[in-house]
């Protein structure tokens, strides 16, 4: 063999490690990223979880219907779970199993279209208050003394939530947007940026956001800012009212006499 051959061969070897190293690197690393992705979400490979689904609350819709936009909001998530090698089963909101913790869930929609949310809403961000009338759903989200309205041409707000459960259990996300376009556009945050989200607020936290979608009327989810972090007064309670103070012991006692 030939100097010459000898040396295109060591080339040839050299290129084929570098390149073998090169690609078990980049292999090591998507692992990595998948399995904090699945660590965040509590979608380990092979598990279950919930998307709650909202029901539409147009007139005459029947209570079984969506609209079409939380329809696409429903496809990117199922592509999340698939994403993380998980399996997602969809529930009506007012047919969720009971319990907490089994499954991760997905739950979206605000309190008036999903009665799961507002049960969520009460147990885990007591902080937060979104209006509830039937009559008006506006969706009005208030938390930390500043009420947010929607405003078609403006922006309008979603809360997007993770919500750690007793006992180490799977996590609750929560996406309550004031109209179908702000759930798509928190479903889409939380797709886009599942994995900064958990490098902010590690993987067995809780933390609660608010996100603006601007001028939904010209641009649909695609414009998303994020207004504030309101995780500590989303998680306040509001301290409980005093108790009536009893009569005294003198005011109590019978006039002499009596």
């Not at 958990?198 to 641009?219: M, Q």
Request: some cysteine; charged content about 20%; overall charge positive.
């Amino acid at each position: 063999m030939t100097d010459g051959l000898l040396n295109v061969l060591l080339g040839l070897l050299a290129g084929a490690i570098s390149a073998a190293l090169g690609w078990l690197g980049q292999s090591l690393r998507r692992r990595h990223r998948l399995e904090r992705a699945r660590a965040f979400l509590g979608l380990p490979a092979g598990s279950e979880c919930l998307i709650v689904v909202n029901r539409s609350i147009g007139a005459g819709a029947h209570p079984r219907t969506v609209t079409r936009r939380d329809a696409y909001a429903l496809m990117e998530l199922a592509a999340l779970v698939k994403e993380c090698g998980a399996h997602a089963d969809l529930v009506a909101h007012d047919a969720a199993p009971r319990g907490l913790g089994t499954r991760t869930e997905l739950c979206f929609g605000g309190p008036v279209s999903n009665e799961r949310m507002a049960a969520h809403l009460a147990w885990g961000l007591p902080g937060v208050t979104i209006s509830s009338d039937h009559a008006r759903p506006d969706n009005t989200i208030t938390v930390g003394g500043r009420s947010y309205a929607a405003d078609p041409q403006a922006g309008e707000y979603v809360l997007l939530a993770r919500l750690a459960t007793p006992g180490d259990g799977r996590p609750v996300f929560l996406i309550s947007g004031q109209t179908g376009i702000a759930n798509h556009a928190g479903v889409r945050h939380l797709v886009t940026h599942h994995r900064r989200l958990a490098r902010r607020y590690g993987t067995d936290g809780s933390f609660a956001l608010l996100l603006k979608v601007v001028n939904p009327a010209a641009y649909g989810p695609d414009v998303v800012e994020r207004v504030a972090d309101v995780t500590a007064p989303a998680l306040e309670r509001a301290p409980a009212p005093p108790e009536p103070a009893g009569p005294s012991p003198r005011a109590a006692a019978p006039a002499a006499g009596a």
